[in-house]
């Protein structure tokens, strides 16, 4: 092995002054990390057809709600209020009740066909309608205000991504460890750019011991197009766990450190999002179990998925890319039936990142 790869190389202090070029007074760029939610997260509200009835006589409301709430309980939709105040208010009625889904052929219904006899008297009721109504709990207070637009809805704040969205999920000193590993990613970054090659860095980040474990560039050539930046980083920290395939000795930018924290003790440590399994079939864990991946822009679709299988932690990128797969064309990174996912973050350091090649 190649001594020389087994030092990390620190940018230089004139590097980290070139960060305000143009503008020598000016203090460091304002950015924000913020959360690339899942396709349910972000996406828009989901409707289903139900059926509602008026409640013609008010006195009935709390016997109806007992009696419908017992044939139709609904237990795919606990975030549905099952009441509400009708919205005309030249309308004869003040109050609506929620009955019941419509099923796939949805058409006009009776009472009698929706409500079984004698376990709900409909006395008190008025004919049936149709009405959308969130198939699914809101997940962010955006959905949450598109939601009860429908339908009243009940809503638990998940006060992570909350906070999260608010752009103040990290402290002042997490925010300083986040910028100083993201202008290591801008400096390999800029050692490609200065070589030839496509102007992407990344760096790979053990945060409980607060240690850079890979830094590298994109390496990709006619005669190696897949060495991007992602996958030079992954088998770097590879190298460090005494693995690795690629020969990178000719891009001194590109190096790594040993791990410090052995692989076997490293599986139990490790603050997971969801319960996946963090072991390999060997009973190690897998690469970048426990890791965060610092990038100057959004991973393309090889890249993100390599993340995946090598079981990341975090990934935080500066700027999208147009084919990028953690938000932009996929969010390859919390779909349910995939085996692992993991937080991403955008917006570190990203106007600085944004002049960089995309992944591509
Ligand atoms: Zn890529």
């Known amino acids: 092995m190649d001594p020389s790869l087994g030092t990390l190389e620190k940018p230089g202090d004139e590097d980290g002054k070139a960060e305000g070029a143009g503008s020598p007074e000016r203090g460091p760029a304002p950015w924000q990390a913020l959360p690339v939610l899942s396709e349910r997260q972000s996406g828009d509200v989901e409707l289903v057809l139900a059926y509602a009835a008026p409640i013609l006589d008010q006195r009935q409301t709390s016997r109806l709600l007992k009696e419908v709430a017992a044939v139709h309980p609904l237990p795919a939709q606990p975030h549905l209020k099952r009441v509400r105040p009708s919205r005309d208010a030249s309308c004869p009625h003040t109050l609506e009740i929620l009955l019941c889904l419509a099923g796939p052929a949805a058409g006009a219904r009776s009472l009698a066909d ?68 993201m202008e290591r990613a801008l400096w390999a970054a800029r050692q ?126 500066g700027a999208p890319s147009p084919d990028g797969a953690l938000g932009t064309r996929f969010r390859v990174h919390a779909r349910p039936d995939l085996n692992h996912r993991f937080q991403v973050f955008h917006g570190v350091l990203e106007a600085q990142c944004r002049q960089l090649d995309p992944c591509a």
């Open 114 to 181: 929706l409500l079984p006899q004698p376990a709900v008297d409909p006395c008190g009721l008025g004919p049936p309608f149709l009405v959308p109504v969130p198939a699914w709990p809101p997940l962010t207070r955006r959905q949450f205000e598109k939601a009860r637009a429908h339908w009243p809805t009940s809503f638990h704040e998940d006060r992570q991504v909350a906070r999260a969205l608010a752009g103040c999920l990290f402290s002042a000193q997490e925010r300083a460890a986040m910028q100083g590993y």
């Open 192 to 317: 490609a750019a200065a070589r030839g090659l496509r102007a992407m860095g990344a760096v790979v980040v053990d945060p409980a011991a607060g240690h850079v474990l890979a830094m590298g560039h994109d390496c990709s050539s006619s005669a190696s197009p897949l060495l991007h930046a992602t996958m030079v980083c992954i088998d770097l920290v590879a190298q460090g766990q005494g693995r690795g395939a690629y020969n990178l000795r000719r891009h001194p930018a590109c190096s790594f450190a040993p791990a410090t924290t052995p692989q076997a003790a490293r599986a139990g440590s490790v603050r997971k999002l969801d319960a996946d399994a963090d072991t390999g079939v060997d009973g190690l864990p897998y690469v970048c179990t426990g890791y965060d991946l610092y990038i100057t822009r959004e991973p393309c679709t090889m890249c993100a998925m390599a993340l995946v299988h090598s079981r990341v932690q975090r990934v935080f990128y």
